[in-house]
Nanobody, 117 residues
Framework: QMQLAESGGGLMQAGRSLRLSCAASGSIFSLNVMGWYRQAPGKQRELVAAITSSGTTNYADSVKGRFTISRDNAKNTVYLQMNSLKPEDTGVYYC???????????WGQGTQVTVSS
């Protein structure tokens, strides 16, 4: 059984930085895509950034140049470095792992990020 545990959320002022971590445990597929999604109040969950097992990355336009996703395959951990935070970055951030090629999705419990102006 796959489990994802997020950490690193909190309350920050605009312009500051924050790093989220997500550790995967259990039966981990060697080929997978790990990513971060966020859900703001009253809005749908959206992709923030994703990274493949080989390191290919993908970012939402709203975070390009400010956020960096990375992973440590030895530790089965994915990170999201968030710089120059904006109030619109506020939301619950969810870690996701999608197995390849089956496409099975696993989700963490979410961590709250609040950015004050």
């Amino acid at each position: 059984q796959m489990q994802l545990a997020e950490s690193g959320g909190g309350l920050m002022q605009a312009g500051r930085s924050l790093r989220l971590s997500c550790a995967a445990s259990g039966s981990i597929f060697s080929l997978n895509v790990m990513g971060w999604y966020r859900q703001a109040p009253g809005k749908q969950r959206e992709l923030v950034a994703a990274i493949t097992s080989s390191g290919t990355t993908n970012y939402a336009d709203s975070v390009k140049g400010r956020f960096t996703i990375s992973r440590d395959n030895a530790k089965n951990t994915v990170y999201l470095q968030m710089n120059s935070l904006k109030p619109e970055d506020t939301g619950v951030y969810y870690c996701n792992l999608r197995s390849v090629p089956a496409g099975t999705n696993y989700w963490g419990q979410g961590t709250q990020v609040t950015v004050s102006s």
